[in-house]
């Protein structure tokens, strides 16, 4: 992406889907260590290959967290850029944008104001989890893509 582009910030990361996925992971590590303790002999070197592999796989995921950078998608003259671990860029050009879909976090009843934006192309789907305020951010979305395609018409 050049420097000398525009670029508006459109979705920030969610500290509150941070924090939740942190608290869960940590809670289920709890709860393998309580049953690695509560095996009986013979399946105990079964249950601590289990739990120290799904111990490891929660904090990979825990730092994979923590690495996402603060701005999630930004919004340039031509497209959208999607930002990733260890600032990869994904540009996704407006004219390739053929709906852009909100799924909001919740846990039975309730619904978080945190979520994930899926942007649909004609030939794929990119899922951005972690975003916060998922509704503002897809409405300023489709609002932006809706300007740069009458823009475009009127041209």
């Given at each position: 992406?050049?420097?000398?582009?525009?670029?508006?910030?459109?979705a920030?990361?969610?500290k509150?889907?941070i924090?939740l996925?942190i608290?869960a992971?940590?809670?289920?590590?709890?709860?393998?260590?309580?049953l690695r303790?509560?095996s009986?002999g013979?399946?105990?070197?079964?249950v601590?290959?289990?739990c120290?592999?799904l111990?490891l796989?929660f904090?990979?995921?825990?730092i994979?967290?923590?690495?996402?950078p603060n701005?999630l998608?930004?919004?340039?003259?031509?497209?959208?850029?999607?930002?990733t671990?260890?600032?990869?860029?994904?540009d996704?050009?407006?004219d390739?944008?053929?709906?852009?879909?909100?799924?909001n976090?919740q846990?039975?009843s309730?619904q978080?104001?945190f979520?994930?934006i899926?942007?649909?192309t004609?030939?794929?789907?990119?899922r951005?989890?972690?975003?916060s305020?998922?509704?503002?951010?897809?409405?300023?979305?489709?609002?932006?893509i809706a300007?740069?395609?009458?823009k475009?018409a009127?041209?």
């Amino acid at each position: 992406m050049d420097n000398n582009k525009k670029i508006i910030p459109i979705a920030q990361k969610s500290k509150g889907y941070i924090f939740l996925m942190i608290f869960a992971e940590v809670l289920f590590i709890s709860g393998f260590v309580v049953l690695r303790f509560m095996s009986d002999g013979t399946m105990e070197k079964f249950v601590q290959a289990v739990c120290l592999l799904l111990g490891l796989g929660f904090l990979i995921h825990i730092i994979y967290l923590l690495l996402l950078p603060n701005d999630l998608i930004c919004a340039t003259e031509k497209g959208f850029v999607v930002k990733t671990v260890g600032n990869q860029e994904l540009d996704i050009p407006f004219d390739q944008i053929i709906e852009v879909i909100q799924k909001n976090s919740q846990a039975r009843s309730f619904q978080y104001p945190f979520g994930s934006i899926i942007i649909v192309t004609s030939d794929t789907r990119i899922r951005i989890r972690g975003i916060s305020g998922v509704d503002k951010v897809k409405s300023k979305m489709v609002e932006i893509i809706a300007t740069y395609k009458a823009k475009n018409a009127s041209e």
